[in-house]
Nanobody
Framework: QVQLVESGGGLVQPGGSLRLSCTAA????????IGWYRQAPGNERAGIAC????????YYVDSVKGRFSISRDNAKNTVYLQMNSLQPEDTAVYYC?????????????WGQGTQVTVSS
């Protein structure tokens, strides 16, 4: 069974940094596309960054490009989201997700989320 566990959230002042971790069990991170999503109160959950199983290519939405960086550590089976120059609008619950394909079915596997609050 696939399990993703996020950690690293917290309270940070504007302009600060955080690094989120997404540790996987039941899948190997370099064999999967892994995405980071976030959901602010009253908003829908939206993808912000992804790392591909194909050569580790990375993709970002415009709102985080240049500030956030997604990476993976295969030895730790973990995907990271380094977040710099954080702003209050980055406040949200952050989730990681992968799509699991078995012989019989395909489904999304989400972590439980980690809260990031940017406030002075």
């Amino acid at each position: 069974q696939v399990q993703l566990v996020e950690s690293g959230g917290g309270l940070v002042q504007p302009g600060g940094s955080l690094r989120l971790s997404c540790t996987a069990a039941g899948v190997t991170v370099d064999d999967e596309h892994i995405g980071w999503y976030r959901q602010a109160p009253g908003n829908e959950r939206a993808g912000i960054a992804c790392i591909s199983r194909i050569e580790g290519r990375t993709y970002y939405v415009d709102s985080v490009k240049g500030r956030f960086s997604i990476s993976r550590d295969n030895a730790k089976n973990t995907v990271y989201l380094q977040m710099n120059s954080l702003q209050p609008e980055d406040t949200a619950v952050y989730y990681c997700k992968t799509v699991v394909r078995t012989l019989y079915t395909t489904y999304e596997s989400w972590g439980q989320g980690t809260q990031v609050t940017v406030s002075s």
